[in-house]
């Protein structure tokens, strides 16, 4: 849906400052689905085959296309078609339910004159994890609006592909991971839904950045074991880790300049690391909270009170929340199971955080590639419109990735002009930072939306006093 935005709406908006306005979903829209029939025995086979993979996954024979056979030529003309796509004109919105977004451009247009920090938190799974297109709209925002730093980062590096474009991270071979898809945990984890954790004695876990603060997020717990504190291998200061169960804070203040920080245990004690944070006074951080593999329901197994005390310190002024891929290919799919978990792990954002910006990010265009034919993910549509209507119902944003980037089978234009893997699912760097620097210019028009209406507010109040008569006795 593209909704269309003036400046007369937008004035309405900043003079209210509500943190949430509801605008009604749209109908949902029915697929139109396409096939192609095959002459070959060939490809009658690898029909056949596909049908036996769609089955698998619980519905009848999708759409189904053939891989496309690029060549040089072929990817030049796509990427520019593609280019093309990206671009948005007439002054259209592609964000749906924009009016939730105001709280955040407040705290944009306010930071600068107050020098205040702006945290932008994005959770999400793979495609939120690469931290390609997070750091797109990392670099585009705080060339605009102050580098606030790398923000929060999980500790060490918890899994194989984890990083962080600002802070490299790192931790010795005796840390066990917790949060992730194949070892949940209990749900006690930083506030990416990560955390590491170790009960042997030597164990390093690192970071290196530059910033004004830096904290390092723990788990307080009964018998909790020591550390050391070490700047640029330095001692500084010791660490206790134990007490009632519960996230807890240490807090530094460095020297200016890029530091290695790290933190090493120092007996057998038991000690769960949360996360770092190395951050500016002021300034933009958009922090990547991304796990491979999951699905928004994962949320929902995190412990709350841990949660919810993690995303408070951090105070966001926008979430991210992208999920959609898994669900969509999910053989356990359920339309009413999802609406329920989609709905409840919304609310407990909300309830982290109550005056906090969400902006939902709907999944993108992907594929089965079962021997160069492509089928669509069988539970797509129903996740985008399970997503539009609960961001719609609890006053959240939607921002329509598919939609955006062309709508159904535009993944092999991606594929084609080399800007997604032909996976058909994954994006390549390239790709994930125009998908990035896409919705970074859709928020940012409607940014200057606000501001213009601002000022035409503030411009119309400054007119009406001057007009008015000043105070004395007429003659």
Not at 27 to 52: D, E, G, I, L, N
Not at 66 to 95: C, K, W, Y
Not at 154 to 178: C, E, K, V
Request: aromatic residues 10%; positive net charge.
């Amino acid at each position: 849906m593209r909704c269309r935005v003036t400046a007369s709406a937008f004035f309405g908006l900043a003079a209210l400052l509500q943190p949430c306005f509801a605008v009604p979903a749209p109908a949902s829209k029915t697929r139109k689905k396409t096939a192609h029939v095959h002459s070959t025995r060939k490809r009658a086979a690898s029909r056949a085959s596909s049908r036996s993979r769609a089955r698998k996954y619980g519905k009848a024979p999708a759409p189904t296309y053939r891989a496309p056979v690029t060549t040089a030529e072929m990817r030049s003309s796509t990427l520019v078609e593609l280019q093309d796509v990206m671009r948005r004109g007439g002054g259209q919105s592609a964000i749906e339910n924009e009016g939730a977004l105001v709280p955040f451009f407040y705290q944009l247009y306010s930071a600068h004159s107050e020098r205040k920090p702006v945290h932008i938190l994005q959770f999400g799974d793979s495609h939120t994890a690469s931290d390609d297109w997070a750091n797109a709209m990392r670099n585009v925002l705080q060339s605009r609006f102050g580098d606030g730093g790398p923000g929060f980062t999980d500790p060490g590096r918890p899994y194989r592909g984890y990083r962080n474009f600002r802070a490299p991270s790192g931790n010795s071979d005796g840390w066990h991971t917790d949060g992730t898809v194949s070892s949940p945990g209990d749900g006690r984890a930083g506030l990416g839904g990560i955390s590491l954790t170790t009960a042997r004695p030597g164990e390093n876990v690192w970071i290196q950045g530059s910033g004004e603060q830096l904290e390092l997020y723990f788990l307080q717990q009964p018998g909790g074991g020591q550390l050391t504190f070490l700047v640029d291998s330095h001692v500084e200061s010791a660490i206790s880790t134990e007490g009632p169960f519960g996230p807890l804070c240490f807090r530094y203040t460095p020297q200016p300049g890029w530091h290695t920080f790290e933190v090493r245990t120092v007996s057998s004690d038991p000690v769960r690391l949360l996360g770092w944070v190395l951050e500016n006074d002021a300034g933009v951080t958009y922090e990547t909270l991304g796990i491979n593999g999951a699905q928004a329901d994962l949320l929902n197994t995190w412990d709350e009170s841990v949660f919810a005390a993690q995303v408070s310190r951090r105070d966001p002024a926008l979430i991210v929340f992208a999920y959609g891929t898994n669900e969509a290919l999910s053989p356990r799919f359920s339309t009413a199971k999802y609406r329920a978990t989609f709905s409840e792990a919304l609310a407990r954002l909300r309830r982290a955080s109550p005056t906090t910006s969400i902006l939902v990010v709907g999944p993108p265009d992907c594929w089965l590639n079962i021997r160069g034919s492509l089928i669509a993910f069988p539970h797509l549509d129903e996740v985008i419109d399970i997503q539009r209507q609960v961001a719609a119902e609890q006053r959240y944003a939607f921002w329509d990735w598919r939609q955006r980037m062309g709508g159904e089978g535009s993944k092999r234009r991606w594929v084609t002009a080399g800007m997604a893997q032909g996976d058909y699912v994954h994006f390549t760097s390239l790709g994930y930072q125009l998908v990035g620097n896409t919705l970074c210019a859709d928020l940012l028009d409607l940014y200057n939306l606000f501001v213009s209406a601002r000022n035409q507010a503030e411009n119309d109040r400054s007119s009406e006093n001057s007009e008015r008569p000043q105070g004395g006795l007429q003659k």
